[in-house]
C-alpha cells in the first residue's frame, strides 16, 4: 500500500460526540500556572457540557516538551489542574499534532466501550522556557546526519516555504494573504493574541527571519490551554440535543530525516486525511467539508496543509485563496477562528482550539466569527513531532 492510499479499516464500537469545549485566553507571560490555564479551559468545557467533575470517567493531557514549563514530568504536574487526580489519567504527546491526536486518543477511549465520558486538555506555557523556546527543539535532530549542520526549526520551515513556492511557482506576496486572512479573522475572537487588520505590503515589510519567512508570517510564542467533554452516544444525547459527533479520524508520520520528505507536499498529512475521511464516509472532500481549521503556525502551512487535506490542487491553494475561496464568506471558510496566526499558538493546546471551533462553528454558537449558512461537516488538522506528522479529524453534526 502507498502511504497516502486510506487503510483498511475496523469499525469503531460506539459513536463519539463532543458535547463541551472551552480555552482560556491565549497571551504571552501568562500570569496563570500551567495548572490553572488547565483547570480554566476545563472548567468552562465541563460547564457547557453540564457536567461535574466527578462524573468524568478518565482525563486526556496533551501538552508538549517539559521544557516549556521548566518542570519535569510535566502531564503529571498538570493532573490535579486537569481534573485527573484519582481518574484514569494520560498524556500524550506528538509535538505540534498533540491536540487534534489528544482528540484521537479520547476518541479511543470512549469508541472502545471503555468509558462514556472523557475530558480531553491541551496546555502550553512556552514564555516559560528562556531565553526562547527554539532552544528546547536544538536537539531533536538526528545527531550523527542532521545535528551537525546546526539547522534550527525557522530555518527548517523556510526551506519548506522555498521548496514550495518554487515548485509551483508561488510569490511570496501570495504567502502574506494568509497571515492577512487570519488576523482580521481572529479580531472576532475574544481569546486571540495577535489579531490584527493587515496589508500584504505589511506582513513583507515586517523583518525576514529567514528568508523567504517574514515575521508577520509566523504564528507568536504562546500560554493558553483549551479543552473537550467527549461522550458515548447514549450519554450525548441525554446531555444535548446539539452533539458534535466525531465522525472520523485519522494520522501518519514521514520519515523522521527531513531530508528525505517531500517538501512541497505533505504525505502524511493526505494519508492521515484519507484515513479520516473513509472513517467519515467522505468521498469527494471539496463538497463534503464545509469548513476546515487546518494547522497555520508559519502562513505558508496553511495552504500546504489544505492541498494535503486534498481540498485544493497542488500548488493551486494560494491561487485559491486569493480568488476568495477560503475567506469566513466563502464556499469554504478557513481557519474563520483567525487560527494560530491570529489566536496565538500555544502548541499542544493550539489543536484543541481548533476542535473547539468546529464545535462551536457547527452548533451556530460561534458569534461575531459564525460563517454564513448552515455547515454540517467540518475537518480539524494539526502538525508536528519532528515536522512529519499528520493529525487529522472530522466533525459533523449527523
Keep these: 500500500m502507498r502511504a497516502t492510499e486510506a487503510p483498511l479499516l475496523g469499525k469503531p464500537?460506539?459513536?463519539?460526540?463532543?458535547?463541551?469545549?472551552?480555552?482560556?485566553?491565549?497571551?504571552?507571560?501568562?500570569l496563570e500556572t500551567g495548572k490553572e490555564l488547565s483547570y480554566y479551559a476545563a472548567s468552562q468545557a465541563l460547564e457547557t457540557a453540564g457536567v461535574k467533575r466527578r462524573e468524568i470517567e478518565a482525563v486526556v493531557m496533551v501538552t508538549a516538551p517539559d521544557a516549556f514549563d521548566g518542570v519535569h514530568m510535566k502531564?503529571?504536574?498538570?493532573?490535579?489542574?486537569?481534573?485527573?487526580?484519582?481518574?484514569?489519567?494520560?498524556?500524550?504527546?506528538?509535538?505540534g499534532g498533540s491536540g487534534v491526536f489528544g482528540l484521537i486518543s479520547g476518541w479511543t477511549l470512549v469508541a472502545s466501550g471503555l468509558f462514556d465520558l472523557v475530558l480531553v486538555i491541551g496546555e502550553e506555557k512556552m514564555s516559560s522556557c528562556?531565553?526562547?523556546?527554539?532552544?528546547?527543539f536544538l536537539t531533536i535532530f538526528d545527531h550523527t546526519i542532521e545535528r551537525p549542520l546546526g539547522p534550527n526549526l525557522l530555518w527548517i520551515f523556510a526551506l519548506e516555504q522555498h521548496r514550495y513556492m518554487a515548485t509551483y511557482g508561488i510569490r511570496n506576496e501570495?504567502?502574506?494573504?494568509?497571515?492577512v486572512k487570519n488576523k482580521r479573522n481572529a479580531l472576532d475572537h475574544p481569546a486571540a493574541q495577535v489579531?490584527?487588520?493587515?496589508?500584504?505590503?505589511?506582513?513583507?515589510?515586517?523583518?525576514?527571519?529567514?528568508?523567504?519567512?517574514?515575521?508577520?508570517?509566523?504564528?507568536?510564542?504562546?500560554d493558553g490551554a483549551a479543552a473537550l467533554v467527549l461522550a458515548s452516544e447514549t450519554v450525548a444525547r441525554r446531555l444535548t440535543d446539539k452533539p458534535v459527533w466525531i465522525q472520523g479520524v485519522?494520522?501518519?508520520?514521514?520519515?523522521?530525516?527531513?531530508?528525505?520528505?517531500?517538501?512541497?507536499?505533505?504525505?502524511?498529512?493526505?494519508?492521515?486525511?484519507?484515513?479520516?475521511?473513509?472513517?467519515?464516509?467522505?468521498?469527494?472532500?471539496?463538497?463534503q467539508i464545509h469548513i476546515a481549521e487546518p494547522y497555520d503556525p508559519f502562513a505558508y502551512k496553511e495552504l500546504h496543509h489544505l492541498e494535503g487535506l486534498l481540498l485544493a490542487d497542488k500548488g493551486q491553494a494560494p491561487e485559491d485563496l486569493a480568488q476568495g475561496r477560503f475567506e469566513r464568506t466563502g464556499p469554504?471558510?478557513?481557519?474563520?477562528?483567525?487560527?494560530?496566526?491570529?489566536?496565538?499558538?500555544?502548541?499542544?493546546a493550539a489543536g484543541v482550539m481548533k476542535v473547539c471551533e468546529l464545535?462551536?462553528?457547527?452548533?451556530?454558537?460561534?458569534?461575531?466569527?459564525?460563517?454564513?449558512?448552515?455547515?454540517?461537516?467540518?475537518?480539524?488538522?494539526?502538525?508536528?513531532?519532528?515536522?512529519?506528522?499528520?493529525?487529522?479529524a472530522v466533525l459533523g453534526i449527523h
Design 130 to 136: 528562556q531565553p526562547h523556546p527554539q532552544g528546547a
Design 174 to 179: 501570495d504567502i502574506a494573504l494568509v497571515s
Design 250 to 287: 485519522g494520522w501518519s508520520l514521514d520519515t523522521s530525516y527531513w531530508g528525505n520528505r517531500d517538501l512541497a507536499y505533505p504525505r502524511y498529512v493526505e494519508a492521515a486525511a484519507r484515513m479520516a475521511y473513509a472513517m467519515a464516509g467522505v468521498t469527494e472532500p471539496r463538497k
Design 13 to 30: 464500537r460506539r459513536r463519539v460526540a463532543v458535547v463541551g469545549a472551552g480555552m482560556s485566553l491565549f497571551v504571552r507571560r501568562a
Design 359 to 392: 464545535f462551536w462553528q457547527l452548533r451556530g454558537e460561534a458569534g461575531r466569527r459564525q460563517v454564513p449558512g448552515k455547515p454540517e461537516r467540518g475537518v480539524a488538522q494539526a502538525w508536528g513531532d519532528l515536522m512529519q506528522i499528520g493529525t487529522v
Design 195 to 222: 489579531a490584527a487588520n493587515l496589508t500584504v505590503n505589511d506582513v513583507l515589510a515586517s523583518e525576514v527571519v529567514a528568508w523567504p519567512v517574514h515575521r508577520l508570517m509566523v504564528s507568536p510564542v504562546s
Design 75 to 95: 502531564g503529571e504536574w498538570l493532573l490535579d489542574g486537569a481534573g485527573g487526580a484519582g481518574k484514569p489519567y494520560m498524556r500524550t504527546y506528538v509535538g
Design 332 to 348: 469554504l471558510p478557513v481557519c474563520p477562528s483567525g487560527g494560530l496566526m491570529g489566536v496565538g499558538n500555544p502548541i499542544a
